[in-house]
C-alpha cells in the first residue's frame, strides 16, 4: 500500500492525475506475462517481491500505461511517435523497445522516479526524455527529490 500511495504521490506531485487502477502484487513473473509488470485496462500487476528502485520503476511504468491511455490524443500520440523516431504505437509484433507505447511509459517511469535508473529503451538522454514528457503531458519535468518514500 505504501508504493502505491508514493506511486500516486509522484503523479499528483506533477499535476497528473492518476485514472482509476487496481494494482496487484504478485510473488512471481507469471503474473505478469513474464515481465515485472503488466496493466490492462487499469488493472495493473507487478511482479517485484521487495520494495525497491526495481519495484517503484515497475509500478511508475504501469500505472504510465493507464495514465497515457486515458489521457493522451491520437494526435500527441502521432507527434510523440515523429520525435521519438518511432513506427508503431502497441504492437506485439514489434520488439518492446520499437513500440511507441513502451517508450511513452518509460519516459514517465523516468520523470516521475528518482532516476536511479535508465529507461530501457533507447535514446534515452535526459533532454531528450524531458522533451518527450513534456509532449506527453503538457507540464514541466517535476524534481525528483520531491516525494520521498
Request: charged share 20%; with cysteine; proline share 7%.
Amino acid at each position: 500500500q505504501r508504493l502505491v500511495r508514493w506511486a500516486m504521490g509522484r503523479y499528483e506531485h506533477a499535476g497528473l492525475r492518476v485514472p482509476p487502477i487496481d494494482v496487484h502484487f504478485n510473488p512471481d513473473v507469471t503474473g505478469c506475462y513474464g515481465h515485472l509488470g503488466s496493466e490492462l485496462r487499469g488493472r495493473i500487476d507487478i511482479c517485484v517481491v521487495l520494495v525497491s528502485e526495481i519495484a517503484r520503476d515497475a509500478l511508475l511504468h504501469e500505472m504510465g500505461h493507464a495514465w497515457v491511455d486515458a489521457n493522451v490524443s491520437a494526435t500527441t500520440r502521432e507527434q510523440f511517435m515523429g520525435m521519438r523516431g518511432l513506427q508503431v504505437w502497441n504492437d506485439p509484433g514489434v520488439i518492446w523497445d520499437e513500440r511507441a507505447s513502451e517508450h511513452a511509459a518509460e519516459t514517465l517511469a523516468w520523470a516521475l522516479g528518482h532516476r536511479y535508473l535508465a529507461p530501457g529503451i533507447p535514446d534515452h538522454a535526459p533532454e531528450r526524455l524531458t522533451a518527450a514528457f513534456g509532449l506527453l503531458t503538457g507540464v514541466p519535468l517535476p524534481h525528483p527529490g520531491n516525494v520521498d518514500a
